[in-house]
């Protein structure tokens, strides 16, 4: 048949995923989420294998009737092996073991953040995409990564810098929590900045060697900027609170460029990309479209379906494995720490 069909699970943190890719179009890509992490200020691993394991039957059986195909025309199954909450990956590994067993056919392992890159790979029905040309730089933001990645191919890659503690996704998250907003606050920060004045307050930015990311001290930095301004004026946030998320918006992303711009002067690439969770943040995507166009670069910024967790970018990649007959084993363990 001239056609593959591949079908992808992701279940690594709290987002249950299933996606239908025909080679690399997109059929469908379904996601359920989970509110329940909401009250708790972050998500609680038990509580998210838990809905993982009630959403993942629903979530699968909606992609497969959206993409408008038979169970029995999928190719393959494939899966986030890894990195992720132990818990939430067993329920996706598990399921894809039995679901492929069921079909008889292959199963395929995932790396979650290859899969965030591939995602610049998907195409939509009907239209052609242009993608990025190899050798490209991507630089991979999401809840728990910050990585520089050297992409040669598409299962060929090597990660040139990376944040030493928390992930710029969690810088987003711990200040928004500090300012009283909810889980995940990203989103809620891009909003609020976007009515604020982002030269109004100033921080200073980590000290770290080459292209090394740290996330930590810019929090502990963001934590004591409020708490001494709340000692003068204790309704500080709510008078100011635009003004605050557009000043920390900024100061994250002048802080990720600032490596960024380096290493790709420094090796001479032209193509450029972004992926995760917060390559959903408005103010970056603008800011890579700007540095790109001073510089040169072709920029590529996934589509939102895709930057934040979703399994079309793990069946894209699913689909790039299956090409080179790279399948796994029934015997296969989830892996919560996984390297590139
Ligand atoms: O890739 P993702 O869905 O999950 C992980 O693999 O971690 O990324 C989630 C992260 C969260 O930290 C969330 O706050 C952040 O992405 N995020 C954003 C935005 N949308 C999602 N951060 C800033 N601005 C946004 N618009
Ligand atoms: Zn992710």
Redesign the pocket.
């Known amino acids: 048949r001239k056609y593959k069909y591949i079908l992808g699970i992701e279940s690594?943190?709290?987002?249950t995923s299933a996606a239908i890719l025909r080679n690399d179009v997109m059929l469908s890509n379904i996601t359920a989420g989970q509110e329940i992490h909401r009250q708790y200020g972050g998500v609680v691993p038990e509580l998210a294998s838990r809905a993982h394991q009630q959403h993942i039957i629903p979530v699968v059986e909606a992609a497969i009737q959206a993409a408008g195909i038979g169970k029995n025309e999928i190719d393959a199954v494939a899966f986030t092996r890894g990195p992720?909450l132990l818990g939430s990956l067993l329920v996706g590994t598990s399921f894809a073991k039995s679901f492929a067993m069921g079909l008889g056919v292959p199963i395929i392992e995932v790396n979650?953040?290859i899969g965030?890159i591939l995602a610049h790979f998907i195409q939509e029905e009907g239209k052609e995409k242009e993608v990025p040309t190899f050798p490209f730089l991507c630089m991979t933001?999401?809840?728990?990564?910050t990585q520089l990645v050297l992409v040669k191919g598409f299962l060929e890659m090597e990660v040139i810098g990376e944040t030493m503690d928390d992930?710029?996704?969690?810088a987003?998250?711990k200040a928004?929590k500090v300012l009283g907003l909810p889980?995940?606050?990203?989103?809620l920060?891009?909003?609020h900045a976007k009515n604020g004045d982002a030269g109004r307050f100033e921080f200073t930015f980590p000290k770290t060697e080459g292209y090394t990311y740290s996330f930590s001290g810019l929090k502990t930095q963001f934590m004591n900027f409020i708490n001494k301004e709340k000692q003068q004026n204790p309704s500080f946030v709510e008078e100011n609170l635009a003004d605050i998320c557009a000043s920390y918006?900024k100061h994250i992303i002048d802080y990720l460029f600032m490596k960024l711009e380096t290493l790709a002067a420094e090796m001479g690439i032209q193509d450029v990309a972004i992926?995760?969770?917060?390559?959903?943040?408005?103010?970056?995507r603008s800011r890579l479209q700007q540095v790109g166009e001073k510089k040169g670069w072709n920029t590529f910024i996934p589509a939102f379906q895709y930057?934040?967790?979703?399994a079309a970018m793990i069946a894209i990649t699913g689909y790039y494995k299956y090409l080179n007959g790279d399948f796994a084993t029934m015997d296969i363990a989830p892996k919560a720490r996984f390297k590139i």
């Open positions: 690594s943190c709290d987002d992720g979650h953040m965030h933001v999401s809840g728990g990564h992930a710029a996704g969690e987003f998250d928004a889980y995940p606050g990203g989103p920060i891009d909003k918006q992926s995760g969770g917060v390559s959903a943040n408005s103010e970056l930057c934040t967790d979703n």
